[in-house]
């Protein structure tokens, strides 16, 4: 069986990297890479050692299994060899013309990022994989635009306060930032509905910031649920009054499938220290913060405001690796002495399948 890796052209990142490479083969699986795939995470078609590279229409064309980092184009996809799979990070919640547009295809589309955040699944989500880097580079990130220490120094000039930080959301990304916080030596407060991040956050050594009252959903898969306005609006009063004191908010906050909660009005803004800094890792979704712009970076009365959502692409390289581990695990599942196996019944398939018809015959279909 042919597995083609294409190279992403929005994105740094490659689904394969050369330390990786043994175990596909292990799969069974013939790899074809495309030309120039893992440039942008400083990994040259040399470095993938034995492994053939090709134009990308070649192995379009050639492969069964197709990975890929973005989705493919509707040109792309009526070049695909018929029957074969499509691998990749499609958001469908977010872009469901993208689904629509599959659908039509004929073909088996797989979306890393719909696979449930569950034990089970943890080696093949690509979610927090890519949190866990977006939270590490927020708190570095916030530590260079702040025009301050992190750490409390004390020096023969005079002793110098440690920074206050504030990260609202305790997932992945909001406990990476925490403990990145932390060891860079600020104070740090962390906020989340969810009352079992509380346990989390405090191991971090953070103080857990509780308002009473929220709809705690263990079935959200890490992810937020709706609130109602009464308990938002004392979220809110509550965000404020720490708000004030902070130094740095790290905001991390989503509700799957839905635009992102606002936690930091304008007027939580406008109530800050002159040089503070937000980091809004849910800028892509609407923002935490009402003043977030979605890949910018603004002030705002002396706050500087950064809104990326993909943050992880400035780590390309351990990204990448990240990825490609994810992708080897979800192919090892489905996949046994390299051919298609696939339990069609089992939750991960039934979660990362947006596109594609089911054989109704058996739940498990194998495929040479």
Known sequence: MTLGILKSTHDPRVALVPATVKKFRDLQLELLLETGAGKASHFTDAD??????????????????????????????????????????????????????LTKSGLQVFSLDMVPRTTLAQSMDVLSSMASLAGYRAA???????????????????????????????????????????????????????????????????????VEGAK??????????????????????????????ADVIITTAQVRGRQAPTLVPRETV?????????????????????????????????????GNSQLYNGMPQDASTLLSNNYFNFLKFILKDGALAIDYAHEIIQGALIAGEVPSTHSTTTTS
Not at 282 to 297: F, I, K, Y
């Open 48 to 101: 993938y050692a034995d492994v053939k590279v090709e134009h990308r229409a070649t192995i379009l064309r050639q492969a069964d299994i197709v990975l890929s980092i973005s989705p493919l184009t509707t040109e792309e996809v009526a070049q695909t060899k018929t029957g074969a799979l499509l691998i990749g990070i499609y958001e469908p919640l977010n872009y469901p013309e993208v689904v629509q547009q």
């Open 140 to 210: 570095l990130l916030a530590a260079t635009q702040l025009p301050r220490y992190f750490p409390m120094f004390i020096t023969a000039a005079g002793s110098i306060k440690p920074a206050r930080v504030l990260v609202l959301g305790a997932g992945v990304a909001g406990l990476q930032a925490i403990a990145t916080a932390k060891r860079l030596g600020a104070i740090v407060e962390a906020f989340d509905v969810r009352k079992a991040a509380k346990e989390e956050v405090e191991s971090l050594g953070a103080k857990f910031v509780e």
């Open 216 to 245: 705690d959903d263990s079935a959200a898969g890490g992810y937020a649920v709706v609130q109602d306005e009464d308990f938002l609006k004392r979220q809110r009063a509550e965000v404020q009054t720490r708000a004030a004191k």
């Open 270 to 306: 406008e109530q800050m220290k002159k040089g503070a800094v937000i980091v809004d890792l849910a800028a892509s979704t609407g923002g935490n913060c009402a003043l977030t712009q979605d890949n910018a970076t603004i002030q705002h009365q002396g706050v500087t405001i950064i």
